[in-house]
């Protein structure tokens, strides 16, 4: 059976970029997220450069829609690339209730589905002797977030999931890798009412069709954790530079607005 990239929350940004990326190295893919239309229409422009997508639309806000989402795609299929990169998160204090319903919504994606999903991946992979994980975490998934304390914390779990498993497979054909990009030109910054924050004001936004292709490179060469940027180092290593209360100080800083 010939081999498969799925690639969550492809209907946009870094995931469309992944899938141009797939389409790009030759790879079939499945492509998912909630908005069809937005799938079909990349499905269909990459259908025209010869690639084979088929295109399962789900709310992966909602964990049976993971495994049905599984089971569709693995009818008939082998899939021995996952990039888990749909993700979301919300600016604003902790304390305002108006922000849970988003914030439950990125707990179940970035986390929950994110977990589910590397479940259901890794022993048929581990069958095949062969698989890519790729788990796009973020920088702040290094350090605590106030101003985005939700969305920080789900990545500071995909980080430290991502590299116990890798840990767990070391010596093994299937990796794991926690890709960790920094402020990038994406619709995530729209939905997630971060326009303002001195991320955004006093930092470069990278491109996203570049930080999909770090991503991709770092996957392919099975590393643990990936960090792409200069700047995105420096931030991810500040725990190790300074104290806790100054590394929190410094990124409600950067997260404020
Ligand atoms: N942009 C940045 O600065 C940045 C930095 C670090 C990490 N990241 C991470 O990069 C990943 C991709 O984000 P992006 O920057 O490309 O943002 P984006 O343009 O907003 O794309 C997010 C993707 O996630 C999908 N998604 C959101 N909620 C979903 C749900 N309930 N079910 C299924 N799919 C869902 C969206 O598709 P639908 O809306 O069609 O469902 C979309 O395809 C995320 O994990 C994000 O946390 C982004």
Not at 198 to 207: G, H, K, N
Not at 214 to 240: D, E, K, S, T, Y
Request: aromatic residues 6%; neutral net charge; glycine residues 8%.
């Amino acid at each position: 059976m010939a081999e498969w990239t799925l690639i969550t929350g492809a209907s946009k940004g870094l995931g469309a970029e992944f899938a141009q990326l797939a389409a790009r190295h030759g790879r079939k893919m499945i492509l998912t997220a909630r908005s069809a239309d937005l799938l079909e229409a990349q499905a269909d422009t990459l259908r025209a450069n010869g690639a084979e997508v088929v295109v399962i639309p789900a709310d992966l806000s909602d964990l049976a829609e993971a495994d049905r989402l599984w089971a569709e795609a693995t009818k008939d299929r082998q899939v021995d690339f996952l990039i888990n990169n749909a993700g979301l998160g919300s600016h604003g204090p902790f304390a305002d209730p108006d922000s849970w319903d988003r914030e439950l919504s990125s707990i179940n994606v970035n986390m929950r589905t994110l977990t589910r999903l590397m479940k259901l991946a890794i022993p048929p992979m581990q069958t095949q002797q062969r698989g890519r994980i790729l788990n796009v975490a973020s920088t702040i998934g290094f350090l605590p977030g106030p101003n985005m304390a939700v969305y920080a914390a789900t990545k500071a779990y995909v980080l430290h999931l991502s590299e116990a498993v890798a840990h767990e497979l070391r010596g093994t054909p299937v990796t794991v890798t926690a890709f960790c990009p920094g402020a990038t030109q994406t619709n995530f910054f729209d939905d997630g009412d971060m326009h303002g924050t001195r991320l955004l004001t006093m930092t470069p936004i990278a491109d996203a069709a570049k930080v999909a292709a770090a991503g991709w490179q770092a996957a392919i060469g099975g590393r643990a954790v990936a960090v792409p940027g200069a700047m995105n180092a420096v931030f991810a290593n500040l725990p190790r530079l300074f104290p806790r209360a100054i590394t929190t100080r410094v990124s409600g800083l950067f997260l404020g607005k």
